[in-house]
């Protein structure tokens, strides 16, 4: 079984400044990764995926996450947030089996940006 | 434009009585599930249902009851013998065919006991 750890449950930035949300997923089989985000009393929107390919997973909204097999983690990062970005970032992970729906969640980062 | 619609996006439950939330989808997906979302806790599955007719527990289904009589419906009956019901309700679907779509999601329904 897959599982999903978000290091962070908390993370308070400055507006302009850069953010990573960190990811870190335990599987005993090859895994496709996913970042959603939630805007207050709504439900969760795709940011990004990966599921082959380049490591690097570009986003919505300016966000991209880096796949990294060694480490087993999968950040979020932007450059540059805005006031906008202010939401819960859930982590989540599937494994590849052709006839697997099942996709586990993390706990959820809170990021705040601050003016 | 497809997607999923839960309604209530509100609803109050009494003490001892059965809720059902509903759950409608026009994405023509196989697969529909529903979460419960605590703070601090992420998303924990409720039930889910790869095809019509047929579903299957998840880790929470204590006090809760679904059923799935049409491919675009996935109702939620929260029961009686669930003692903490207060949360936010969230229903998904994707197809079928494994989980590289992803899933799509409701906006979901706040239930509160009073």
């Known amino acids: 079984a897959q599982s999903v750890t978000q290091l962070d449950s908390q993370v308070p930035v400055f507006e302009e400044a850069p953010v990573e949300l960190r990811c870190n997923y335990s599987?005993?089989?090859?895994?496709?990764l996913f970042w959603y985000v939630q805007y207050p009393n709504q439900g969760l929107q795709l940011l990004l995926k990966y599921l082959s390919g380049s490591t690097l997973v570009k986003g919505i909204n300016g966000f991209e996450a880096e796949f990294n097999k060694s480490q087993t983690s999968f950040h979020l990062r932007k450059p540059s947030v805005h006031i906008s970005d202010t939401a819960e970032y859930f982590c989540?992970?599937?494994?590849?089996?052709?006839?697997?729906?099942?996709?586990?969640f993390g706990a959820g980062t809170r990021l705040t940006v601050k003016p | 434009d497809g997607g999923i619609t839960q309604s209530p996006k509100y609803l109050f439950r009494k003490e001892g009585q059965n809720v059902t939330l509903s759950c409608e989808q026009n994405?023509?997906?196989?697969?529909m599930y529903w979460y419960r979302q605590d703070p601090g806790q992420g998303l924990r599955l409720i039930y889910y249902s790869q095809i019509v007719n047929d579903f299957q527990k998840g880790d929470i289904a204590e006090g809760y009851s679904v059923s799935r009589e049409k491919k675009e419906s996935f109702p939620l009956t929260v029961t009686s013998a669930q003692k903490n019901p207060t949360a936010f309700y969230l229903c998904?679907?994707?197809?079928?065919?494994?989980?590289?779509?992803?899933?799509?999601f409701g906006s979901g329904t706040r239930l509160t006991v009073v």
């Open positions: 599987s005993s089989v090859s895994v496709y």
């Open positions: 994405l023509n997906h196989d697969a």
């Open positions: 989540a992970v599937s494994d590849r089996s052709p006839n697997n729906n099942d996709m586990r």
């Open positions: 998904a679907s994707s197809p079928t065919g494994g989980a590289s779509h992803g899933y799509t």
